[in-house]
């Protein structure tokens, strides 16, 4: 693994290590006090996403502010930094909603037609009495892809400005799903770096790819899926975080031929596990993490995909990203 500053989440703290190697060093440990439910990093500014709004440090997490102005849902599921325009963030919340910021995620402009899609087509949580969420984003350039879990798959192409349904998504998850359609439950998304039109989507009923921007989708695997890494140098190189049904019998999984096939890449775990799952992988350095759905980390390096647990001092992690 590189030198890197890694943010990791639990709780309702967020911990700043320094990874030299394959080792993590913990550099400091900072209370925010809210239920933390997502990290993103650029430069010298890390964002906190909270059940209760959005926090902000410039100094690697030592000290914290309030970032929630123009948040009208203060509940936050995702956060990212566009990785191409730092000063571009986003935000997802729980009731689905789409928040932007244009000054480095210092404050934020609600995007109203998603809000609307999600009124009009019913989207909802099997958990929470809330409407639907949006839990990831994915990035190329102008183009911009948002998964809403129980509400289907998002796109911008105007730098996250508006917002539509893929062609390919219903965005109603009360319909019968139509042939070539992507599942409505949307857990994450990723777009390959070869093509803004290239991408990947786990879902609650199944493992999608579309080759052109979401107009149509082949599910690749019949599984119960949260969390996919797609190699930036190889799109048909992929690791998966299948399970049974909702974190039964999850393990992860491999393909070299684009989805054909798959076969175990678990070395050093005892898989399946009974009662947890892959929630995200997350590249820092050289290296692949698992967040997993029990609170534990794992990692593994790229090149030979041997797992170990890491941070077993850290309990209920739910998120995990390199300081870009």
């Known amino acids: 693994m590189d030198d890197h500053f890694v943010f990791v989440a639990a709780d309702e703290?967020?911990?700043?290590?320094e990874a030299v190697g394959d080792t993590w060093h913990e550099i400091l440990r900072s209370r925010i006090g809210r239920r933390v439910t997502t990290v993103s990093a650029c430069e010298s500014a890390v964002i906190v996403g909270t059940t209760d709004g959005i926090?902000?440090?410039e100094d690697l997490g030592e000290t914290w502010r309030m970032a929630s102005a123009g948040l009208t849902i203060p509940h936050i599921r995702?956060?990212?930094y566009h990785p191409e325009t730092l000063?571009?963030?986003?935000?997802g919340t729980e009731p689905a909603t789409i928040f932007i910021s244009w000054d480095g995620a210092q404050t934020w402009?609600?995007?109203?037609e998603v809000a609307e899609l999600r009124d009009k087509l019913g989207w909802y949580l099997p958990y929470s009495p809330e409407a639907g969420c949006v839990r990831g984003f994915a990035f190329h350039g102008s183009r911009a892809y948002a998964a809403v879990e129980q509400g289907g798959l998002l796109r911008s192409d105007d730098r996250g400005q508006t917002w539509r349904l893929v062609e390919g998504s219903t965005g109603n998850p009360h319909i019968e799903l139509p042939k070539s359609f992507i599942h409505p439950d949307v857990h994450s998304v990723v777009v390959h770096p070869s093509s803004p039109d290239l991408v990947f989507a786990p879902t609650g009923g199944g493992f999608y790819r579309s080759a052109d921007g979401g107009k149509?989708?082949?599910c690749l695997y019949d599984c119960y899926c949260r969390a996919v890494w797609a190699d930036p140098a190889d799109p048909n190189h992929l690791l998966l975080g299948p399970a049974d049904s909702v974190a039964s019998n999850g393990r992860i999984e491999e393909t070299v031929d684009g989805g054909r096939t798959w076969r175990l890449a678990s070395t050093g775990l005892q898989v399946p596990w009974p009662r947890h799952m892959v929630e995200r992988f997350v590249q820092v350095g050289s290296e692949l993490v698992a967040v997993l759905s029990n609170g534990h980390l794992l990692a593994a390096p790229l090149n030979t995909l041997a797992?170990?647990?890491i941070l077993p001092q850290v309990a209920d992690v739910v998120a995990v990203t390199p300081m870009r």
Do not use: Q, Y
């Open 13 to 17: 703290s967020l911990l700043t290590f």
């Open 55 to 57: 926090f902000r440090s």
């Open 78 to 80: 995702w956060l990212s």
């Open 87 to 91: 000063a571009f963030a986003f935000a």
């Open 109 to 112: 402009r609600e995007c109203p």
């Open 216 to 218: 149509t989708w082949v």
């Open 307 to 309: 797992w170990r647990r």
